[in-house]
T-cell receptor, first 111, second 116 residues
Framework: GIQVEQSPPDLILQEGANSTLRCNFS?????LQWFHQNPWGQLINLFY???GTKQNGRLSATTVATERYSLLYISSSQTTDSGVYFC?????????????FGKGTLLTVNP | NAGVTQTPKFQVLKTGQSMTLQCAQD?????MSWYRQDPGMGLRLIHY???????DQGEVPNGYNVSRSTTEDFPLRLLSAAPSQTSVYFC???????????????FGEGSRLTVL
């Protein structure tokens, strides 16, 4: 099956710093999604981004499907950005419809 | 609009007991799925459904059973619980056009299961 690798596995920032999280995948995909899991365990969808660039406030994401990677940018980080960031890819084909998740990047933003 | 609702939030079982994790969504989503989350493993797909009466296996289906009798509900059954099934379980749903990709995925709040 498709492999999804996220880097870095852990990241520690001071409040106000910028960061870039990366998601590499091993095969062509139909779409890609980014999620944030907060320290209380809730999973929130950040971006649905099969290709191109999207922005939502201080967060933006870029997917280059032809080169099999996606980047999540966090600018002016805040302590509330702490948590785990997952990317998930959909390479559904035929009668299979599955999202495959990476293992995540644990982000800690210190005040 | 409650989104995706899971119950119970916490459960402790003894080895060999059975139980059902409930999942309901009120967004008229065709696609529903169950994941388990274990430390260092990310989220792994257990079972999914693309509509009422249609279910299929994910990456880690053994020991779990599902059914989809309505669009709204997608229960996950543990037939004979084992300690290896201790995990946090998430239900998720999205819109889905038959034959096309999965849409934006929405998650429930999770159910923490401990099997002793």
């Amino acid at each position: 099956g498709i492999q999804v690798e996220q880097s870095p596995p852990d990241l520690i920032l001071q409040e106000g710093a910028n960061s870039t999280l990366r998601c590499n995948f091993s095969d062509s995909v139909n779409n890609l999604q980014w999620f944030h899991q907060n320290p209380w365990g809730q999973l929130i969808n950040l971006f649905y981004i099969p290709s191109g660039t999207k922005q939502n406030g201080r967060l933006s994401a870029t997917t280059v499907a032809t080169e099999r990677y996606s980047l999540l940018y966090i600018s002016s980080s805040q302590t509330t950005d702490s948590g785990v960031y997952f990317c998930a890819v959909d390479n559904s084909g035929g009668s299979n419809y599955k999202l495959t998740f990476g293992k995540g990047t644990l982000l800690t933003v210190n005040p | 609009n409650a989104g995706v609702t899971q119950t119970p939030k916490f459960q402790v079982l003894k080895t060999g007991q059975s139980m059902t994790l409930q999942c309901a969504q009120d967004m008229n989503h065709e696609y529903m799925s169950w994941y388990r989350q274990d430390p260092g493993m990310g989220l792994r797909l257990i079972h999914y459904s693309v509509g009422a009466g249609i279910t299929d296996q994910g990456e880690v289906p053994n020991g779990y059973n599902v059914s989809r009798s309505t669009t709204e509900d997608f229960p996950l059954r543990l037939l004979s619980a084992a300690p290896s099934q201790t995990s946090v379980y998430f239900c998720a749903s999205s819109y889905h056009d038959q034959g096309r990709e999965i849409g934006e995925l929405f998650f429930g709040e999770g159910s923490r299961l401990t099997v002793l």
